[in-house]
Nanobody, 115 residues
Framework: QVQLVESGGGFLQPGDSLRLSCAASGIIFSISAMGWYRQAPGKGRELVAAITNGDSTNYADSVKGRFTISRDNAKNTVYLQMNSLKPEDTAVYYC?????????WGQGTQVTVSS
């Protein structure tokens, strides 16, 4: 059974930093592509950042230079370091894993940025 468990969400002020974590189980983490998506109220789910099993990364234009995705294969965990947070970063953030072509999702963690 595949499980992706996100943690680290919260209520932040503009300019703050936050690190999200996603612990994976039930997949061969080291060969899985991992990603973070987000969904703001009234909007569709969008890709924020992704990292391949070879550590190649991809970012949405809106977060380039502010967010960093990384992975620790020894801990089966993927991280999203978010700096210089803006109110428009407010969303539910979801962890995603692609394992043998199958997509898996975490339950989501809320990030709210407001003054």
């Amino acid at each position: 059974q595949v499980q992706l468990v996100e943690s680290g969400g919260g209520f932040l002020q503009p300019g703050d930093s936050l690190r999200l974590s996603c612990a994976a189980s039930g997949i061969i983490f080291s060969i899985s592509a991992m990603g973070w998506y987000r969904q703001a109220p009234g909007k569709g789910r969008e890709l924020v950042a992704a990292i391949t099993n070879g550590d190649s990364t991809n970012y949405a234009d809106s977060v380039k230079g502010r967010f960093t995705i990384s992975r620790d294969n020894a801990k089966n965990t993927v991280y999203l370091q978010m700096n210089s947070l803006k109110p428009e970063d407010t969303a539910v953030y979801y962890c995603n894993a692609v394992d043998y072509g199958v997509n898996y999702w975490g339950q989501g963690t809320q990030v709210t940025v407001s003054s």
